[in-house]
Structure formats: C-alpha cells, structure tokens
C-alpha cells in the first residue's frame, strides 16, 4: 500500500481531523517512522507460548517524584 500526501489526507478526513497543506509532509514523514517500528516489532521472534502481558500500572511509567519535567509536583 502506497502511503503518500492523499492518504495521509483521507485518513486523517476519515477520522474527522483535518491536516493543513503545510503540515502534510511533516505527518506523512512520521507515519512512515511509525510503520517502519511497527515492520520493526513485527520481527521479534517470540514463542508461540509466549503469554501477553497484561500488567499494567501508572506507576510503572510516571515519573519519580521531584523529576524536573514534572516540577517537582505529584
């Protein structure tokens, strides 16, 4: 599947965003990024065995508190 400007534009359309002109090259060049680390991912070997990880928790990707991105506030 060819992933060019008029893709890019009907499919942001087909989710009810709009892109401007001047913007399409930048999100075009991203979705690129993006579908080259999904091509990435898809390689890993993983055994038919392998269970999903279901875990999931806040904590495990907030950052420590007093961290200069977040101010220092919780």
């Given amino acids: 599947m060819a992933v060019d400007r008029d893709f890019i534009r009907n499919?942001?359309?087909?989710?009810?965003l709009h892109?401007?002109?001047?913007r399409l090259d930048a999100v075009l060049r991203q979705?690129?990024?993006f579908l080259r680390?999904?091509?990435r991912?898809?390689?890993v070997p993983l055994p038919r065995e392998t269970e999903p990880a279901l875990d999931y928790s806040l904590e495990s990707i907030r950052?420590?508190?007093g961290?200069?991105?977040?101010?220092?506030?919780?």
Avoid at 11 to 16: F, K, S, T
Avoid at 19 to 22: D, L, T, Y
Avoid at 67 to 74: D, I, K, L, Q, T
């Fill in 11 to 16: 499919l942001a359309e087909a989710n009810g």
């Fill in 37 to 39: 680390s999904i091509e």
């Fill in 67 to 74: 961290n200069a991105a977040s101010g220092g506030r919780r």
């Fill in 19 to 22: 892109i401007p002109e001047q």
């Fill in 63 to 65: 950052p420590p508190s």
């Fill in 31 to 33: 979705y690129q990024s």
């Fill in 41 to 43: 991912v898809d390689t």
